[in-house]
């Protein structure tokens, strides 16, 4: 797919401008202005589906919702989702489900779409001994989760200011060393020492779950064992020293427990799958010009 540059396009025109046509200019009218920008060429190229333009303008307002690494890639993303959005369109309007003249992103249009997934992909359901299989190959994912008890001592820093961070790390160090071979100094020195609120109540956090504090705290703290963390942790925050007071494991769900969940995580992959399939073969069978469709690396047959 080519994207023409508009930017390099307007710094090659600049580099044969005249000043003194330039200068002229400053006075024409709107229609001047109009006709001028008519000889732009397009930022999309032309692509039609079965003989439907997809505009230019549609994609450029469509680009937001695609964000990627490159204009390009980001309008390449676009052009994809427009053109199956345009097929499913197609489809339903054959089959009597919406009518030609419906607005884009209408709720009757959205509504048709449904109808012709349901009416056109078939989708098995999963069997309860599909379900039973994928629970007892999938244990560890039927998990309560595990708890800790903890206190902690908060060195604060701001993630940018190295040069703190560097010192802290030195004086983190030096109490987990105090502590090593005190471990009942570390009321006094939650006082002395900490920056966060829980220095209140000796630096308890109470019981944590996953996903109750920051990633780069709680992946060590859950990794740790009973007793004091040997190295400071560092977070966003600043350097901790951390006590695990207690640790209870996650205990394993019972199949009866959790079996809808592993049915409805079934039907709705086998769906996906199902309905990429469907797309894929509309693609096959559709007339596309201006844009070659990589339906093996395109995300959304994936």
Not at 25 to 51: A, Q, R, Y
Not at 192 to 218: D, M, N, Y
Not at 273 to 289: G, H, W
């Amino acid at each position: 797919m080519q994207i023409i540059n508009a930017a390099e396009h307007e710094q090659s025109s600049k580099k044969n401008e005249n000043p003194a046509q330039h200068h002229s200019s400053m006075g024409c009218d709107h229609e001047k202005e109009k006709k001028f920008s008519t000889n732009m060429p397009p930022e999309v190229p032309e692509v039609t589906v079965n003989g439907v333009l997809i505009e230019e303008t549609s994609v450029l307002e469509e680009m937001q919702h695609h964000p990627a690494e490159s204009k390009r890639e980001a309008m390449v993303k676009t052009v994809e989702a427009l053109i199956v959005g345009e097929l499913l369109k197609q489809k339903a309007v054959e089959l009597g489900l919406i009518e030609s003249t419906v607005t884009s992103n209408s709720i009757e249009e959205a509504a048709g779409l449904k109808k012709l997934i349901q009416q056109e992909v078939i989708v098995p359901r999963a069997t309860e001994k599909e379900c039973l299989r994928f629970f007892e190959q999938n244990q560890s994912k039927f998990m309560t989760s595990p708890l800790i008890e903890l206190r902690h001592i908060l060195l604060a820093a701001a993630p940018d200011n190295i040069n703190e961070r560097h010192n802290l790390k030195e004086v983190a160090d030096q109490l987990i060393a105090q502590l090593t071979e005190t471990p009942s100094a570390f009321n006094d020195l939650v006082t002395r020492h900490s920056a966060c609120p829980s220095k209140e109540t000796q630096g308890s956090l109470g019981q944590i779950s996953k996903g109750q504090t920051v990633p780069e705290f709680e992946k060590h703290i859950f990794a740790a064992n009973e007793g004091l963390v040997s190295y400071p942790i560092e977070s966003r925050y600043g350097f901790h020293i951390t006590m695990i007071d207690r640790k209870i494991e996650g205990k394993a769900l019972p199949y009866d427990y959790v079996k809808e969940k592993v049915a409805d995580y079934l039907n709705d992959k086998v769906e996906r799958k199902a309905t990429a399939q469907y797309i894929q073969t509309l693609i096959s069978e559709a007339d596309i010009k201006g844009f070659v469709f990589n339906v093996e690396s395109s995300p959304l047959i994936q």
